[in-house]
């Protein structure tokens, strides 16, 4: 089990910025993943992903391989309770300022709950 999963906790690809307020917008991800170890017969073989996939948990020289997914129930929805996530504000000077809206809601926009 990882958390928080390897989307890490700030997506730093996902900003969003307002330089005439001194505002910027960035959104956290709290979601488990399960982690499988595989032992490797050789240290280049591929034994976790397909020729034509990234090699990212392949872990080529290390004695094991890994695969990473998110830690979903049979419905493919995260077990965990939510909030997975949320968008928050940061001033310039580095400063959380306490806005903060919470992920993990469905379309209705009820807040779910974990099974």
Same mark, same amino acid.
């Given at each position: 089990?990882?958390?928080?999963?390897?989307?890490?906790?700030?997506?730093?690809?996902?900003? +969003?910025?307002?330089?005439?307020?001194?505002? @910027?917008?960035? @959104?956290?991800?709290?979601?488990?993943f399960?982690?499988? @170890?595989?032992?490797?017969?050789?240290?280049?073989?591929?034994?976790?992903?397909?020729?034509?996939?990234?090699?990212?948990?392949?872990?080529?020289?290390?004695?094991? +391989?890994?695969?990473?997914?998110?830690?979903?129930?049979?419905?493919?929805?995260?077990?965990?309770?939510?909030?997975?996530?949320?968008?928050?504000? &940061?001033?310039?000077?580095?400063?959380?300022?306490?806005?903060?809206?919470?992920?993990g &809601?469905?379309?209705?926009? +009820?807040?779910?709950?974990?099974?």
């Amino acid at each position: 089990m990882v958390y928080p999963g390897n989307f890490g906790t700030f997506n730093r690809g996902a900003v +969003a910025v307002d330089p005439d307020r001194d505002m @910027m917008f960035a @959104m956290s991800v709290h979601l488990a993943f399960t982690v499988k @170890m595989i032992p490797r017969a050789d240290a280049t073989t591929r034994i976790a992903t397909l020729e034509s996939e990234p090699v990212f948990t392949e872990n080529p020289g290390a004695p094991y +391989a890994g695969t990473r997914v998110p830690f979903y129930s049979p419905l493919t929805l995260p077990c965990q309770q939510p909030p997975w996530g949320s968008t928050r504000r &940061r001033r310039s000077d580095h400063r959380l300022d306490g806005y903060q809206h919470v992920n993990g &809601r469905d379309l209705s926009g +009820a807040a779910l709950s974990a099974f």
